[in-house]
């Protein structure tokens, strides 16, 4: 029975697969229906949406080929895109299929897609609807075999070489005695203790080591970071609590071209080409070859060997020091008895001395009557000259400026204190101006002479006596205090109880005091 409408539009837009398988058989299978049949069948076919026949599609392969390795060339690589994916094709002799690796699994492959490389890819297959297209999302990659590894070996050997970064005219020598050597090594192997116990019998030198990884995914990147940080450190500071080394030196124990292949990577051999410090590679045995051992200055067969070539032995210069020594003392001697030897001669040969010097003798004398009187006529020339350059400096002196420029100072200090004077007395008499005419304003000296200030309780003034009906209470400010009153009216009748005021006989509209906590006045008003 063909599925309704509504199971219909369910299945396609959950993308649920149908109850109905996707292919029936094949036409060889299939007898040719009638014209009716045919109408018939495509009547009950199930309805899909092309997006809904895509997801299917999608699950059913990854269903059926979830996790592969798959063989074959690399083909069409052109390196990581801007967004850090790659995409390429894997190729054999009959087929090809697209690949992607994604930027997060590409930074942690050991070994990196090239054209042309024959890789064991190891992934998901799935599809890319947008195309209509199966692809393999590759989660590990290999070369296939140790032959491939070799063969690309050879082929980024030759293209390096092609670029001049294996010239030996670019090669330098390495410094007679290094002062700083820098060691770019695992810090816990046993290559370093090697090269630290060798150097010790040898010629005990300061070693600064940079510890990196010399096997695995992130070995190459760390060892190329490394040489590029020793090559950062400032020149001309050996003082410096990390001095920039005299010469660096990347070392590695012995293993398998897959162990070593840290040291084939091109970042590893383009920093070691751009290391402005003369770089040795003691890397692996002495069969063991690595393309840093081209690009490197010298190449030590072992991490030992490189120890050796890299700083003499203190004891031979020490021998050859005392030797040099005493072959340059008999040289001196002999060289003095000749000399003494020839002088002799020499002398035998002399004329007197005194036959000899009179000539010579007779000029002297007279030059240095010329001399006398020549120096005395240029030192009165140079006396008058410095006279009057005397004369004209002491007009332009330091001093004469100093002192002129002193007298105006003076001068301005003068009128600005002046200046300063009288503000503050112009000043000072206004204000003692303002603080008598505040005293003669103020209130304070109206109730000096007798008068007082009315206020309410609230501490309203009352101006009038309207503003004070009968039973308010006031409080009264004299000069010498404050006192408190209770209004009353003109009639000299008893003002109103406040509420809540004690029970007891009427207050008298008088002058006096009545009793009680609090003083009161009692104001006919």
């Known amino acids: 029975m063909a599925p309704s409408r509504k199971s219909r539009s369910r299945a396609a837009g959950d993308g649920a697969l149908p109850d109905t398988p996707l292919f029936a058989g094949t036409g060889a299978e299939t007898a040719p229906a009638a ?24 699950r059913t392969l990854e269903d059926q080929f979830g996790h592969v390795r798959l063989r074959g060339e690399v083909s069409g690589y052109r390196g990581p895109h801007s967004s850090g994916h790659c995409y390429f094709a894997l190729k054999d002799d009959g087929a090809r299929i697209d690949a992607v690796i994604w930027r997060t699994v590409f930074a942690r492959l050991r070994v990196r897609p090239e054209e042309g490389m024959e890789v064991i890819a190891t ?53 007679f005695l290094p002062r700083v050597i820098g060691v770019i090594t695992s810090p816990t192997g046993a290559v370093i203790r090697d090269i630290l116990h060798r150097l010790a019998d040898r010629f005990p030198r300061r070693v600064i080591v940079w510890p990196v990884r010399v096997q695995g995914e992130t070995s190459a990147a760390e060892v190329a970071a490394a040489i590029a940080g020793f090559n950062a450190l400032p020149e001309g500071a050996p003082d410096a609590p990390l001095p920039r080394p005299d010469v660096l030196v990347v070392a590695r124990g012995g293993g398998s071209l ?63 020091l005392a030797d ?39 000029r002297l004398d007279l030059a240095a009557a010329r001399l006398q009187a020549a120096q005395r006529r240029r030192t009165e020339t140079a006396a008058r000259r410095l006279a009057q350059l005397g004369g004209a400096l002491a007009r332009h002196s330091p001093w004469a400026e100093l002192r002129a420029r002193r007298a105006r100072f003076d001068a301005c200090a003068g009128r600005v204190a002046a200046a300063w004077s009288l503000a503050a007395r112009q000043r000072r008499n ?28 609230a501490g309203a003034p009352v101006r009038s006596a309207d503003g004070a009906p009968p039973g308010t209470r006031l409080e009264l400010q004299f000069a010498d205090g404050a006192v408190r009153a209770l209004a009353t009216r003109d009639d000299g009748a008893a003002p109103e109880e406040p509420r809540g005021a004690p029970a007891g006989g009427r207050r008298r509209a008088s002058k006096r005091r009545t009793g009680g906590d609090d003083d009161m006045l009692t104001l006919d008003l």
């Open 258 to 320: 897959e162990d070593l292949w840290s040291f084939n990577d091109e970042a590893v051999v383009r920093a070691a080409a751009a290391s402005a410090i003369p770089l040795v590679s003691a890397v692996g045995h002495e069969t063991d070859w690595t393309l840093i051992d081209h690009a490197a200055d010298l190449r030590a067969p072992t991490p030992t060997a490189a120890a050796e070539k890299i700083v003499p032995v203190r004891l031979e210069l020490l021998a050859q």
């Open 35 to 58: 014209e009716g049949d045919a109408a018939s069948a495509a009547s009950n076919a199930h309805e899909w949406t092309v997006s809904a026949l895509s997801g299917a599609l999608k």
């Open 430 to 457: 206004r204000l003692e101006m303002l603080d008598q005419m505040l005293r003669t304003l103020s209130y304070h000296g109206v109730l000096a002479r007798g008068f007082a200030l009315v206020r309410t309780a």
């Open 324 to 362: 040099l020594s005493r072959r340059q003392t008999g040289a001196m001697a002999r060289l003095s008895r000749q000399r003494a030897e020839t002088l002799r001669a020499l002398a035998r040969a002399l004329p007197r001395g005194h036959a000899a010097l009179e000539g010579p003798r007779q």
């Open 123 to 175: 992934g998901r297959i799935t599809t890319f609807p947008g195309q209509s297209k199966y692809q393999i999302v590759v989660e590990h990659l290999e070369p296939a075999g140790a032959g491939a590894l070799m063969a690309l070996l050879e082929e980024r050997r030759r293209r390096l070489a092609a670029e001049g970064l294996f010239d030996e005219a670019r090669k330098r020598p390495l410094p």
